[in-house]
């Protein structure tokens, strides 16, 4: 496809379950990063990969939360012992450029709910 | 750190009047600053961005934002406004001096415009 493709659009979950989100970004595009965004809230940052490595993870919450990229295109989001705090919208968004001034491009999200 | 201000969270003009939605920044080094808009259900679109040059920078659908450094502000300006443009608006800043920065939001203005 032509833009970022974020599946599963929705997710319901209970306390304590594994998830996984998936991101496959747009092709060619070197630069990945994972924000989360909350009701009435603006993105919040996640990591960002570079190629194949997190480049910046100092978003993520703490260790139940972990991303992987491992052959430099697809991504996923993986969530262990979900908490209801955890419901949101995980966005995901890819950028040809790596210097900082390109746009990123965001997929539709991700909505989980933790029951 | 850096940081984003969006001290409205709700714009309301009428169809054809002017529109600002703000924006002030912080960031230690040189401003590269965006602005996104999110329609119901959609995922962020790129607007526009200021990197360097030209104070007024101008972007999709007839948006231009002014870069205006002494009040650290990114306003985010139409002439004249259309229903159409009712969505949720998202200013944006990184820090050009880094190397690498995440791009951090504002939590948001929704902007309402009545026919």
């Known amino acids: 496809g032509a833009g970022v493709s974020q599946t599963p659009s929705n997710k319901v979950t209970e306390k304590g379950k594994y998830v996984e989100l998936r991101c496959d970004p747009i092709s060619g595009h070197t630069a990945l990063y994972w924000y989360r965004q909350s009701l009435g809230q603006g993105p919040e940052f996640l990591i960002y990969f570079q190629g194949t490595g997190a480049a910046d993870d100092s978003g993520l919450p703490n260790d139940r939360f972990f991303a992987v990229r491992p052959e430099g295109s697809v991504s996923t989001l993986k969530i262990q012992r979900t908490e209801r705090g955890d419901s949101a919208v995980y966005l995901c968004a890819s950028s040809f450029d790596s210097s900082g001034t390109g746009e990123l491009f965001f997929g539709e999200g991700s909505r989980l709910t933790v029951l | 750190a850096q940081s984003v201000a969006q001290p409205e969270d709700q714009v309301n003009v009428a169809e054809g009047n002017p529109l600002t939605v703000k924006c002030t920044y912080s960031?230690?080094?040189?401003?590269?600053l965006f602005w996104y808009v999110q329609y119901p259900n959609r995922g962020l679109q790129f607007l526009l961005k200021?990197?360097?040059?030209?104070?007024l920078v101008k972007g999709s659908y007839g948006f231009e934002a002014e870069f205006n450094k002494s009040q650290t502000s990114f306003h985010l300006k139409k002439p004249s406004a259309l229903v159409s443009d009712s969505a949720l608006y998202f200013c944006?800043?990184?820090?050009?001096?880094?190397?690498?920065?995440?791009?951090?939001f504002g939590k948001g203005t929704m902007l309402l415009v009545s026919p």
């Open positions: 944006a800043v990184r820090d050009g001096n880094s190397g690498y920065s995440t791009l951090t």
């Open positions: 200021y990197i360097t040059g030209d104070n």
């Open positions: 960031v230690s080094g040189n401003p590269y």
